[in-house]
């Protein structure tokens, strides 16, 4: 019972420190500023605006794949997507004067197919049905039907011939003979559907985890499929709904013509598949309230598994679990001074510890936080659940103890800690070369101050003694930062190999910092410097990655209670974000997949997530539906409406990597479940993508393969930033 009264009490807290941070999205008033020590107990304001069912439009963009022929008869085609009405205005001479058809059907050899259909006649006439090898014109079924009333045609077919890969269905729809089938009438075809039932391709491209019962659902084909199709409840085997395959899309990144699907009125919860109306199927998916709640647990849980210098047992990472590793002092690279860096979290597939990449992943934990603050619970299976406090903050907590340690006397924040070479296939344990501590620089302590003043707000009622710790270093590191001038990217040492995240700008970092800092504590000096940072470089206020942080700090102002006391200002940063997802929007409109890249390269999926969150961001500040939108449609791609059909995230989906490039899974033989791998790139930045043909489209540029680490490694900031992304949407 204590536990539990504690647990509420910390989740009442919660609400109340996400209130102080962020304000209401609709009231136009300007709130009078609050001391820092008082707590704002309004609700936040992100909006959580949900779909309600849209008119169902299967008109727009549609276009038939269904044609009529004649040599001397006179018929033409009425089509929508499940009625083809075929108007018979002179049947010719013969059954073969007038056709209904569609080729490019495959038949594939020894499989069985399904081909139902309902038929109508304005008059009662014969015609004949007709399967056939458009390239070798071998037939392969025929069968006369007779037809008045309207019926349905049910029939199975083995393709007992070699595989008929540009297969026609033909209806001969001519002269019968019968004086009746001479003059103006009209065949109708309904919801005709050809169905493989022995070994259906598995290539309509959904969201292998499944939708949220309000959002949009969409569906793509990566080549025509014919005209409709079905979705099936996979509990009943029952049609749910039925829908247009419209909107073509020609894909240069994909090398596709890609063909969509919208079913977002189907709303009850239970497991679907998609079928198309010739022969092509889904994976398997839910429709649910929160059907990403599984996935998003072992997206956190990676982190614990990344954990450094901890002894991380079965009961909190199952086969993956290891010993405490790299609890050696570390020496400082080019001195003779050595210090205590343990903690923190292995960056990637390698065991290196980055301050910009940390800092990427606690600006996602806490928005995602902010935006949700309940999501997660205290009962999650890491070290610290049970404590009253959620996992998700005792996660990040983690993290934050090693970041202090990076932090000089003086300010200046080192950049990272590594060993002179990657370690081999072993376990972190067994890594014994010595720790050094490599570089520092303005980027890296920008980075700093914005998060630890961040921590500051986000633990001042769970932890307040914490929380000042962390205001405390945030204040020596911006004093160090007035000072310092930008000292550029770092580069490693000639006998040090690691990773470098080179960083050249810090007006971004600079922004970041100085907008935490006045949102921690109302300071207006604060800013002022943003201000002028802002008004000297406005690209500072943009991005979301390790390397261009400033969009957290614009989103940051945009969400204060008091960001509207300068509504130049506001309007100036709002107008900033728009530009960025305006610019998303114009990307995702001309794909397929409605993908916000224009160049896939090393970490496209964390590019995608982060665009997600930037479009959530704008949804949250305009509430404009299409931005939310197209942040769902990245959360998709993810998880595996691609290209590639696969969920990019182990362990989730029906077609997840099993080779991720992670050291400790290697060395376990094992995988590590939850992890977001980088995806596809097409600048083939190591040996295997170089291996491949010169003609594969970029989006398919990916290998899941241990040595492909430019497409299949994982990282902290990648696993954040779908997590930060589901956190905004669900």
Known sequence: MKKLLALLLCFLVVGMIASNIITKNKEPEVQTPLPTET??????????????????????????????????????LQASYNEDVINVEYAGTSLDSALFFREGIPFKQDNNYLIVFDIESSVSRNVELVLKNVDNGEILYSQPIAIGENKQIRFDFKMEKETAWNGEFLLKVGYDGQEA???????????????????????????????????QKQVVFPYSQGDLFNVIDVNTGAIVYTGAIKN?????????????????NVMTPGKYRVESQICGTSYEFEIGDHVYKTVATDLLKMLTVQRCGYELLPEYIGDLAHSSCHHADALIYGTDQVVNVTGGWHDAGDYGRYVETGTKTLSDLFFGYLANPSYFGDDLAIPESGNGSTDILDEARYELEWLLKMQTAWG??????????????????????PLYVIGS??????????IMALASQIYRDIDPEFS???LEAAKLSWEYLLSAVNNGMIKNPEDIQSGEYRDDKDSDERFYAAISMWSATNDEQYLKVAKEIFNQDNTSAEGLSWKDMGGYGRYLYLINANAKKDQAFYDALETSLRKDVDALQGLAYSDGYLTTLDHYSWGSNGSIADNGIL????????????YRQVAVEQLNYLLGKNVLNRSFVVGYGQNSPENMHSRLAKAKNTILKGALVGGSNSDRDDVLLQSLGQDIPPAKMYIDRYNSYSTNEVAIYWNSGILHLIMQLD
């Open 39 to 76: 707590v704002n107990t309004d609700e936040p304001n992100i909006a959580k605006t949900n779909y309600a069912p849209i008119s169902e439009d299967n008109v727009t963009g549609f276009e038939t794949s269904w044609f009529t022929g004649a040599t001397d008869a006179n018929v033409n």
């Open 181 to 215: 089938s001479s003059s103006f009438h009209t065949i109708t075809i309904r919801n005709l559907n050809i169905v493989n039932i022995s070994n259906p391709d598995t290539n309509i491209k959904v969201n292998h985890i499944g939708y949220r019962i309000n959002d």
């Open 248 to 264: 073509k899309v020609t894909n240069a990144m994909t090398g596709e013509s890609n063909f969509i699907g919208d079913f977002t």
């Open 412 to 433: 200046e924040v080192y950049s990272k800690v590594v060993t002179p070479a990657f370690a081999g296939d072993i376990l972190p344990e067994q890594d014994n070369q």
């Open 441 to 450: 620089s303005t980027t890296n302590t920008g980075d700093f101050v914005a």
């Open 468 to 470: 000042n710790r962390c």
């Open 615 to 626: 479009l959530t961001m704008a949804y949250n500040i305009t509430n404009q539906m299409s």
